[in-house]
Every structure is written in C-alpha cells, then in structure tokens.
C-alpha cells in the first residue's frame, strides 16, 4: 500500500524543442499543479511549459499535496533520462522523514533527509564525532586528525550541488 503526502519539483535547465511535447504530457501524467492546492496543470506546448515559470527564478514550480510517497516518480525518471535538472522536496510522513533531492547531468541524483523547509538535515552523532576529533586534533595539534574531521563531514554533508539554472527551450543543437 502506497502513502500519499505533499511533494514539489523544480525543473530547470535546458530543454530541447523535439521533447517539449513529451515533457508536457509526463507533467499532465503527474496530475501536479502550479500551487499547493490548484487546478492540475495540463501544458500543451513547450510554450506553455515556459510561460508557466516562476519570473524571478525561471524555475517551473510543481506541486502535488498527494503525491506517492510524496515523489514524482514517472517526472523524474523521464527527466533523468533526458538530462534535464530538478530538485524536489518531499514532506516528512509517519515514520518517513522528509527528502530533498536535486539531480544535475553529470552528477547524478543527490538525495538528503531534509525539514519541512527543504533544508538538509545531518544527523547529529555525525557531527559529535567530527567535533570530539577536531578537539583531538587541536589537543595534538595533528593535521592528520583535522583531515580526517574534514573527510568525516564532507562524507556527512553529500557533494555540492550547483543552484538549478533556469528552465529554457532550446533548438534541437543545445
């Protein structure tokens, strides 16, 4: 059985004319709207896709109070396939904590837990064990010891995500 809680996405990037018509019918599939609670968007055109974008960030802003698991998932796997970049935030549910996910080309889906805000969260034992060894690192005065509290929080805090660029339409040559 599947549970059903609010999620968004954020499309950006560049997306090629030949496939505008079929981004437009995957957004109808996912039955999204362009607010908590609206109609269902239903673009036609790439046009349409475009003219739905937020004008301050360029982003086109989805949102579905009941998605599945609070994912888009038939969106992203078409956009992954397509290289076309996102984030998306789903809400924490029950026992299921919340999710920030982004997916740039090149870099693949980075996934964290996050709040009600979006925001990453790390786990709190994480960052006890790379303070108790930077307190180490200073009582020893050891280099090696600060690499390490460095490699433990880079490990903790995932890789660098670049901002989502704007969504665009593009010719069929990028």
């Known amino acids: 059985m599947s549970d059903w809680f609010p999620g968004s996405i954020h499309l950006g990037g560049k997306l090629p004319v030949v496939l505008a018509n079929e981004l437009a019918a995957e957004i109808a599939a996912a039955a999204a ?73 090149g870099q693949g889906v980075v996934w964290h837990a996050a709040n009600q805000a979006g925001d990453p969260l790390i786990s709190a034992d994480h960052v006890r064990v790379v303070r108790n060894l930077l307190r180490t690192a200073v009582e020893e005065r050891s280099p090696e010891r600060v690499r390490q509290a460095l490699a433990m929080l880079e490990t903790a805090l995932g890789p660098d995500v670049a901002p989502l660029p704007r969504l665009e339409l593009v010719d069929d040559r990028g």
């Open 33 to 105: 709207s362009l607010d908590w609670g609206g109609d269902v968007f239903i673009p036609e055109t790439g046009e349409a896709i475009i003219a739905a974008t937020d004008p301050g960030t360029g982003h086109l802003h989805l949102y579905d109070d009941r998605a599945c698991y609070g994912t888009f998932r038939q969106l992203e796997a078409w956009l992954e396939r397509h290289e076309i970049p996102y984030d998306r935030q789903s809400d924490a549910y029950n026992d299921m904590d919340g999710e920030a996910v982004s997916y740039r080309p």
